[in-house]
C-alpha cells in the first residue's frame, strides 16, 4: 500500500512542490534587491504570483499601494507612509533573517494600473494583505484601516501581526544622527571650548544680547497664538487643493472641525500686531515727552488693536458659524 502512494506522491505532487520552491526562490532572489527588502510588483509579476495561483501558497504579501504623480499631495502623506513601510519590511528581515513566509511588496499606479483595478483600489494610501489561499479574487484581500495609519510603521506591524500569526518584531529605526556625525560634534565642541568659555565670563556671546531674547519672546508669543503646535500634532497642512477645481488652492476652511497651517499662521500675526502694540504701548511710549505724539501713537495703536481683534472675531465668524455681538448696558440701548 505505501509504494502507490509514494508513486503518487513523486508523479502528481513533486512538481508542484518544485514550482513553489522556485517561486519562493524567485521571491527571495526579487526581495535581496531592493535595500529595504519591499519588492517592487508589475503587472506581470502580480499575474505570476497572485492572481494565477489556484493552489495555496507558503508565503503571504503585505502590497503598499502607491503613486508618485500624488506625492505632492501633502494630505496623503504618501512619500512619508512608504518610508515607513520600507522600515517595517528591514525590521521584518532584521528580526527573521531566514523567514519567507511574508514577502512586502509596492505596487506604483503609473506602472501597473493592471494591478489597481485589480485590487479594486481606489483611494490612496492603501495596504492589503494577501494571505496565502489560492484562488480567492484580490479584490477580496484584506486592506488596512486609513485610520489606522496614524502611527505609521507601528500600526502597520499590529495589522500584519494580526493578519497573519507572525510576529514582525521591533521596529529598527535608523539614529537621528550617525556615529561620524557624532564623533565630528565632539570634535568641533572641545576646539570650540577654550574660545566658548572666553566668550562667556567676558559676556560677549548672542545669550547676552538683549535683542536676541526680545526676537525670542515675539517668536515664542507668535508660536503659541497661532496654534502651531496644533498643526504639528495633527499633521496638518499649510493648504489644500480645492475639491471643485483642483488648479485653486484653499488656505481658509469653512467649518471648525478642521484647521489649516495658513489659517493659524493668519490668526497668529493678527495677535503678535496686538501684542507688539501694546509692548510699545508699555514700555517705549513712556519715554517719549511729547504729550502730542504719545496721544497720537496711543491712538493709533488702538485703531490697529481694534482692527486686528476685528479680524479674528470675523474669521471665527465664518469659520464656526456662531456670531460674537457686543452686549451693551441696558442704560445704553
Known amino acids: 500500500m505505501a509504494f502507490p502512494f509514494v ?9 508542484i512542490l518544485a514550482a513553489r520552491d522556485d517561486l519562493t526562490s524567485e521571491l527571495i532572489s526579487l526581495r535581496s534587491q531592493s535595500p529595504s527588502g519591499v519588492i517592487r510588483l508589475t503587472d506581470d509579476i502580480v499575474n505570476r504570483f497572485i492572481t494565477s495561483s489556484p493552489t495555496p501558497r507558503p508565503y503571504s504579501f503585505v502590497v503598499f499601494f502607491d503613486a508618485t504623480k500624488l506625492h505632492d499631495k501633502t494630505e496623503l502623506r504618501l512619500p512619508q507612509l512608504r518610508s515607513e513601510f ?3 519590511s528591514s525590521s521584518f528581515s532584521t528580526n527573521n533573517p531566514d523567514s519567507s513566509k511574508i514577502f512586502f511588496c509596492e505596487i506604483e499606479f503609473a506602472q501597473s494600473q493592471r494591478s489597481f483595478s485589480i485590487f479594486g483600489v481606489n483611494s490612496l494610501p492603501h495596504v492589503r494583505f494577501v494571505g496565502p489561499s ?3 479574487s484580490p479584490s477580496s484581500s484584506d486592506a488596512m484601516d486609513p485610520s489606522a495609519f496614524s502611527r505609521l510603521a507601528d500600526s502597520m506591524a499590529e495589522y500584519v501581526e494580526t493578519k497573519s500569526g507572525i510576529s514582525i518584531g521591533m521596529i529598527h529605526r535608523p539614529p537621528p544622527i550617525s556615529p561620524k556625525q557624532i564623533f565630528a560634534l565632539l570634535l568641533i565642541a ?3 571650548a577654550p574660545f566658548a568659555i572666553r566668550k562667556i565670563l567676558k559676556g560677549e556671546t548672542m545669550l547676552h544680547d538683549w535683542r536676541l531674547w526680545m526676537a525670542g519672546s515675539v517668536f515664542i508669543y507668535f508660536f503659541s497664538v497661532a496654534g502651531t503646535m496644533h498643526n504639528i500634532i495633527r499633521n496638518m497642512p499649510m493648504f489644500m487643493t480645492d475639491r471643485n477645481d483642483p488648479n485653486k488652492l484653499v488656505f481658509f476652511y469653512q467649518g471648525s472641525g478642521m484647521q489649516l497651517g495658513a489659517e493659524g499662521f493668519a490668526v497668529g500675526f493678527l495677535y503678535t500686531i496686538v501684542g507688539l502694540a501694546i509692548a510699545v504701548v508699555t514700555h517705549s511710549l513712556v519715554y517719549v515727552r511729547s504729550v502730542g505724539v504719545q496721544r497720537a501713537l496711543m491712538f493709533a495703536a488702538m485703531v490697529v488693536s481694534v482692527w486686528a481683534v476685528r ?7 465664518w469659520k ?5 455681538h457686543a452686549y451693551w448696558p441696558s442704560s445704553w440701548r
Do not use: H, W
Request: charged fraction near 5%; hydrophobic fraction near 55%; aromatic fraction near 20%.
Open 320 to 324: 464656526t458659524g456662531y456670531g460674537i
Open 7 to 15: 508513486l503518487f506522491f513523486f508523479i502528481f505532487l513533486s512538481p
Open 134 to 136: 489560492g484562488g480567492a
Open 190 to 192: 572641545v576646539i570650540a
Open 311 to 317: 479680524k479674528v472675531i470675523y474669521l471665527d465668524n
Open 86 to 88: 520600507g522600515l517595517l
